[in-house]
């Protein structure tokens, strides 16, 4: 199984972070991380093709969003979340706001 390459996150520019999280596929995968240390790429698919959920992956760990290691033939995915915090601070914090916790309301914290 091939490595995934992850950029340095100092070379990751902000634009690429909201490039990112721009779809709304790849929002969801990122809050859903919010709320899990790290989870496989099935368990984040929504049911969704692979090949579209793994364009999704490829984008998000171009952004210096996710990190993305191999656990068998298992990906398995976590948010860069000290380094994001350090690199933009709050940044996550504002993604995680906009989870909705099923009451019509948004839950805080990432």
Same mark, same amino acid.
């Given at each position: 199984?091939?490595?995934?390459?992850?950029?340095?996150?100092?070379?990751?520019?902000?634009?690429?972070? %909201?490039?990112?999280?721009?779809?709304?596929?790849?929002?969801?995968?990122?809050?859903?991380?919010?709320?899990?240390?790290?989870?496989?790429?099935?368990?984040?698919?929504? !049911?969704?093709?692979?090949?579209?959920?793994?364009?999704? %992956? =490829?984008?998000? =760990?171009?952004? !210096?969003?996710?990190?993305?290691?191999?656990?068998?033939?298992?990906?398995?995915?976590?948010?860069?979340?000290?380094?994001?915090?350090?690199? %933009?601070?709050?940044?996550?914090?504002?993604?995680?706001?906009?989870?909705?916790? !099923?009451?019509?309301?948004?839950?805080? !914290?990432?």
């Amino acid at each position: 199984m091939r490595v995934m390459k992850h950029p340095a996150i100092q070379e990751v520019s902000i634009e690429q972070v %909201f490039y990112a999280l721009s779809d709304p596929v790849r929002l969801e995968i990122v809050q859903k991380l919010c709320i899990t240390d790290e989870a496989s790429c099935s368990a984040l698919d929504g !049911g969704r093709p692979k090949s579209s959920v793994s364009h999704h %992956f =490829r984008v998000l =760990r171009e952004a !210096g969003l996710v990190w993305t290691r191999n656990e068998g033939v298992t990906h398995m995915n976590m948010l860069r979340r000290a380094e994001l915090d350090e690199r %933009f601070p709050g940044l996550l914090d504002v993604v995680a706001a906009a989870i909705p916790n !099923g009451k019509g309301e948004t839950r805080l !914290g990432c």
